[in-house]
């Protein structure tokens, strides 16, 4: 590690706003570190759009964090992730931490009944998704659900418009035989109360969002990279970058993260 690479920000990275709920895990549990975000807004949503596109826009966008420096980098999208990973590791010198839809846990969660993996329809679509799929379909049955137009709605922060498109999406679902849902994109957390409304009770519903932030806390504590200034602690040290209208885009941010900060994301079973 080069010296004073420890003070270096954190890099955040997502389409939009659905990133800013692993930031909320992120500054709770690692309150020393200072962090820059990095909402691609201009470019937004990423899951409806090919493979070839988000790969291009994903390094373009982690291309502006990494010129600001950081000492590690969190796609914190479940699309970029699938699709961009590797080409981004290939590029940028520093520790890259992805996203992947939280299927073991869920698997292990021990009760029996279907999967639901609510996700966009280019992750479903990825073969990272399908490897995982595989890997996990022997143990329980998986069910893929594409949420096209879900991102969008969220960011609109329009309550009634959002429990309308999950009743009409879990009308189509035999909940009954559902044990867990697994939210394979980062935006879904936000509407984790939403769902488990919508799904009725004794459905686990499972994000993989603290999992993430621990594999990067023991990357940081390996490379004795953790930041441990003394003036720094406990103060939310957290600069919002994005590719759309800063005027919107910032106040949108600081409401996310605020929800993020407020709601702890866990099991509401
Ligand atoms: N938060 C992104 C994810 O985890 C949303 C992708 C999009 O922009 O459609 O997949």
Redesign the pocket.
Same mark, same amino acid.
């Given at each position: 590690m080069k010296k004073g690479q420890n003070l270096l920000p954190i890099g955040v990275f997502?389409?939009?706003m659905?990133?800013i709920s692993v930031l909320g895990e992120l500054v709770k549990m690692m309150p020393n570190e200072k962090y820059i975000y990095m909402a691609d807004s201009a470019n937004?949503?990423?899951?409806?759009k090919t493979c070839d596109c988000v790969r291009s826009l994903s390094v373009n966008a982690v291309g502006m964090l990494f010129a600001r420096g950081i000492k590690a980098l969190v796609v914190? %999208?479940?699309?970029?992730t699938s699709v961009a990973i590797n080409d981004i590791r290939g590029k940028f010198n520093i520790p890259v931490i992805g996203?992947e839809p939280a299927l073991k846990p869920a698997v292990e969660n021990g009760k029996t009944g279907d999967i639901v993996v609510m996700?966009?329809p280019?992750?479903l679509k990825e073969e990272k998704f399908k490897a995982l799929f595989s890997r996990f379909n022997t143990e329980a049955s998986i069910i893929r659900l594409p949420c096209p137009g879900l991102?969008e709605l969220i960011e609109s922060e329009t309550e009634s418009e959002i429990r309308n498109y999950l009743q009409e999406l879990f009308s189509h679902v035999r909940i009954t035989k559902v044990s867990s849902i697994v939210l394979? %994109?980062?935006?879904y957390c936000f509407i984790k109360e939403d769902i488990a409304q919508v799904v009725g009770p004794g459905i686990r519903i499972v994000d993989g969002n603290a999992g993430t932030v621990r594999h990067l806390m023991n990357i940081l504590q390996a490379r004795h990279s953790l930041n441990s200034r003394p003036e720094q602690q406990n103060k939310v040290d957290v600069e919002f970058l994005t590719t759309g209208d800063i005027s919107k885009i910032i106040p949108l941010s600081q409401r996310f993260l605020e929800r993020a900060l407020r709601d702890s994301f866990i099991d509401p079973l």
């Open positions: 997502d389409s939009g659905g990133g937004a949503p990423y899951g409806t914190a %999208c479940n699309t970029a996203m996700a966009t280019l992750t991102v394979g %994109c980062t935006h």
